[in-house]
């Protein structure tokens, strides 16, 4: 085959790859690469009606600072959200004028979240902060992910709820 002709073969997979990545996009496609829930393929399914503890969320972090440090340690990936972060994979686990308490795990209104213990380091052995705990504020979320070394409320705090992109669907997922 010619130079030409692998160039025509390439450009034209190329392009093809290209629509499809746009094609993925509009059509709320994402992919999954971190641990905090299944890898693999993932639709956002526009949410129609309030938040409810248990929804599975899709939700942009602000581009605050605590959002750009958890990035530079590698907590966060690069996406579309605003400050260039990847939207979060997570579980809404308590809603507003909920209380949250943070001691060596995590209670909502005095049940104990389970699988949410508190890590002092990350898995660098750089410490950690958890957050302070207290009450979950108007038009906000408090989100969890069973993942042990999930980067979620239990550091960042609840998050505001005008970041949420919708209900977070497996489409083809895999747990490693």
């Known amino acids: 085959m010619s130079g030409r002709g692998v160039t ?23 992919l999954n690469l971190t641990l905090s829930e299944p890898l693999g393929i993932w639709r956002i399914e526009p949410l129609s009606r309030a938040p409810l503890v248990g929804d599975l969320v899709f939700i942009c972090p602000p ?18 959200c605003a400050g260039g972060f990847a939207p979060l994979i997570k579980t809404v686990v308590a809603l507003p004028s909920q209380h949250v308490a943070i001691g060596d795990i995590v209670k909502i209104d005095g049940v104990v979240l389970d699988a949410s213990r508190i890590r002092k380091s990350d898995g660098q ?39 949420l992109l919708g209900l977070a669907k497996p489409i083809l997922t895999f747990d490693p």
């Open 63 to 80: 581009p605050t600072p605590p959002f750009q440090k958890a990035w530079q340690r590698g907590y966060l990936r690069r996406g579309l």
């Open 8 to 30: 025509m073969i390439v450009t034209a997979s190329v392009s093809v790859m290209a629509a499809f990545a746009g094609i993925a996009l509009v059509g709320g496609i994402r």
């Open 125 to 163: 052995g750089r410490p950690i902060t958890p957050y302070s705990g207290g009450i979950v504020p108007p038009g906000h979320l408090f989100l969890h992910s069973s993942f042990a070394s999930s980067y979620d409320s239990r550091y960042f705090g609840p998050i505001s709820i005008s970041g």
